[in-house]
């Protein structure tokens, strides 16, 4: 079971990456990083995304099947929701505090969206998400025990985490160019906005 | 027109060169493949083109004739699509039906917000037809590629059919109420933002979020039928969003507002203008830092560091305003391959002609026509004009035949 889990986070990862890529590519572009604080800081948005993987997977498998079928509409909006809306606001977070604001609420903020911190809760964030590959996974886990559950997402986040090992690089590009740094940070805040605006104004998508 | 556009006008010979050769793509499309309208109104379409590209290049004064020619465009898409949609589908407005139906004309807007949508699922997310309408996908891809290997970011001056709004407006009083000018790099950086936002939100909801939420063009295109609080507040954004973008801020600022400060097309233009050979170059030698080019630029591309640095950047859409308000000839359009002083192999020739007999003279005649056919002013008027015919002309010849119509009958609308 566990293996097939991993074929399914393999086979099914791009999609992963690309529902996740929003939240993840501005964050980590407009990030002045070297390569180790890239490194650690992908480190850390990984495990935001495994913890909120296990989380799920523990909850799904300890609830059931009722969860996953009876109550799939609800906790699907739910889920997207709770994902857009902390999406959302870490993205504003981080944006506002890599600005050169020397106000004291903008220190504040800086020192409240550490990069580590903003990464760890966007990890969180797009583990939360439930893209098509998220609900194949929480169809098969559901029932199957808490630690199963939890255990079969384990799994399919690793086979996941191959399609996001290009985010190591981005510090590469990101370091040359100031300006897309610039674009990154202001195009962050306009996301925020976005994901905390529209699911309130559309209902989930 | 100032004196030192009447200088660099063209001589007649060339002028009829270009304008027979101008003249027959544009019987080809506007005349005998004129999408079933009239072969008449398509004349009449052709023939006002012809003459402005003629005032182009007798006059030197690109600038201000390019303008007319793509005001021109505009005032006549709006009336004419959005009579077609009232024929085609009673309405103005696009119902769910109509999107189910893949029946929304897609325009190159959407191009950049759904190239990585595509790439990762294979599908369009928007419901235009793929082939077989003017609006198609493959149609307006099909025009977008070849204007960008050839105009590049001059698609905004030459060729989109939004762009007179802003273009016209902001030629609407001689001074500007709001300078601009000063913060001109700030502001060129805004359309990359709105770019990338619109990427990314159009790949999370897997939905096209410009046409949605931020399309000032809704306004005098097309909209979404307003069904609930979302649609009718889209509907809000997008008028308060063409009023002030390409309305009453082009007025105040004198400057494309719309264009140079939010179009996400056009940063997305930008980066694909390294495709295209024509660039607008400023020749420091014989540049005194007057201002007038900064001034008189309305996409906010040209300010005076960047004048001084003699590097343009990629945000100019040539429109030649520049070209036209330069006293002294400093800048120009180049091929990006020439420097900014350099001269054409044809002018280099011609120095060295020295017989003053009548074959002399001929010889150097000659080389000036050539000289002049192949400058890269003249190739990109050409450019520019042919493609901007082929996707405004036909709005064009069908704005005629409806004013006909409305004339003879009373009604706009057939």
């Known amino acids: ?95 506002i505090a890599r600005g050169t604001g020397g106000h004291r609420a903008c220190v504040l903020l ?15 964030a797009t583990g939360l998400s439930p893209c098509a590959p998220f609900f194949a996974a929480a169809s098969r886990a559901a029932g199957t025990g808490g630690a199963a559950g939890a255990a079969y997402f384990g799994a399919f986040f690793i086979g996941t985490s191959l399609w996001f090992l290009p985010l190591f690089g981005v510090h590469a590009v990101s370091g040359r160019a100031p300006e897309l740094r610039r674009v990154a940070r202001l195009g962050m805040i306009a996301l925020g906005v976005y994901f905390l605006a529209v699911p309130a104004v559309m209902g989930a998508r | 027109m100032n004196a030192s556009a009447a200088r660099r006008g063209f001589s007649w010979p060339s002028v009829a060169i270009l304008g027979l050769i101008l003249g027959s793509f544009l019987k080809f499309f506007l005349v005998d493949v004129g999408d079933g309208r009239s072969p008449v109104a398509g004349a009449v379409a052709a023939a006002a083109v012809l003459a402005l590209y003629v005032a182009m290049l007798k006059t030197g004064d690109i600038g201000r004739w390019r303008r007319v020619f793509f005001v021109l465009i505009a005032a006549c898409f709006a009336p004419s699509f959005i009579a077609e949609l009232v024929e085609s589908r009673g309405a103005m407005s696009l119902s769910a039906a109509d999107i189910f139906k893949n029946e929304t004309p897609f325009c190159h807007i959407v191009i950049p917000m759904t190239i990585l949508p595509h790439l990762s699922t294979g599908k369009f997310i928007f419901p235009a037809r793929l082939e077989g309408h003017y609006a198609s996908v493959y149609s307006m891809v099909a025009v977008w590629f070849i204007a960008t290997v050839t105009l590049g970011r001059g698609w905004c001056s030459w060729v989109c059919f939004y762009g007179g709004w802003d273009d016209g407006f902001s030629r609407s009083r001689k001074k500007a109420l709001l300078p601009l000018e000063k913060h001109a790099s700030r502001f060129r950086v805004l359309p990359k933002v709105v770019l990338f936002f619109v990427v990314f939100a159009s790949l999370w909801s ?209």
């Open chain 2, 206 to 414: 897997l939905a096209p979020v410009y046409c949605t939420w931020l399309c000032p063009f809704k306004t005098i295109t097309e909209f979404n039928e307003i069904v609930d609080a979302g649609s009718y507040i889209a509907l809000i954004a997008a008028a308060t969003l063409f009023l002030s973008l390409a309305v009453v801020l082009p007025a105040l600022t004198r400057r494309r507002t719309q264009c140079s400060a939010f179009c996400p097309f056009g940063a997305f233009q930008s980066l694909l203008d390294r495709f295209s050979p024509y660039g607008v170059k400023i020749d420091r030698a014989k540049c005194v830092d007057c201002g007038a080019c900064s001034a008189a630029c309305p996409s906010l591309a040209l300010d005076a560091a960047v004048v001084k640095s003699g590097n343009i950047p990629a945000t100019c859409v040539k429109c030649g305003d520049c070209v036209s308000a330069c006293a002294r000839g400093a800048i120009d359009y180049r091929f990006k391959w020439q420097d900014a002083g350099g001269g054409s192999l044809a002018l280099r020739l011609r120095e060295r002609v020295k017989a003053d007999g009548p074959a002399g003279k001929a010889l150097r005649a000659l080389l000036l026509v050539l000289d002049e056919i192949a400058s890269p002013r003249a190739l990109l008027a050409t450019n520019g004009v042919l493609i901007g015919a082929i996707v405004g002309g036909s709005f064009m010849s069908d704005t005629l035949v409806r004013l006909w119509r409305l004339a003879t009958t009373g009604s706009f609308i057939g």
């Open chain 1, 1 to 95: 079971m566990l293996l097939e889990a991993l074929t399914l986070g393999l086979s099914t990862g791009t999609y992963c990456a690309v529902s996740c890529a929003p939240v993840a590519l501005p964050l980590f572009v407009s990030d002045e990083a070297s390569g180790g604080e890239n490194a650690a800081r992908v480190g850390l948005f990984m495990g935001g995304r495994l913890a909120a993987y296990v989380l799920i997977g523990f909850l799904l498998g300890a609830v059931g099947a009722y969860a996953a079928g009876y109550l799939a509409p609800a906790l699907r909006s739910v889920l997207t929701r709770s994902a857009a809306a902390l999406g959302g606001a870490v993205l504003i977070a981080a944006g």
């Open chain 1, 110 to 124: 800086r020192r409240a969206a550490k990069p580590g911190r903003a990464a760890f809760a966007a990890g969180i």
